[in-house]
């Protein structure tokens, strides 16, 4: 019987270590959504095309299309939408000053994310 409380508590201890696990891994796919969905009301802010933002998605998918091994496939496609995202030109350019009309920028055209 005694021998039987011992396993059970050992039982306990992995599951609780199993449910610690996951419970960072959901933290961090917490915190890697909040990036995303940060960076993409940045963009929308600055009138980025859907064209544009459909493009960074496809392009993720597209890359993220296989699993790497070892990785949250989950997670995987988060980070790659984060990185494209945040590598987006749009949000490194300097603000259009006041006075300044956006056809004065070099290409108006080309948004290169």
Not at 53 to 79: M, Y
Not at 87 to 93: D, I, P, V
């Amino acid at each position: 019987e005694l021998q039987q409380k011992v396993d059970e508590a050992e039982l306990l201890k992995m599951e609780l270590q199993m449910l610690e696990t996951e419970r960072v891994r959901l933290s961090l796919v917490e915190e890697k959504l909040l990036d995303v969905l940060q960076l993409l009301q940045q963009l929308r802010d600055l009138n980025i095309s859907k064209r544009a933002l459909g493009k960074i998605l496809l392009s993720t998918l597209e890359s993220c299309r296989a699993p790497q091994p070892g990785k949250a496939h989950l997670f995987e496609v988060l980070d790659t939408l984060q990185q494209e995202l945040a590598a987006c030109e749009l949000l490194h350019q300097e603000p259009v000053e006041q006075g300044q009309s956006p056809q004065s920028l070099s290409n108006p055209l080309v948004i290169s994310c």
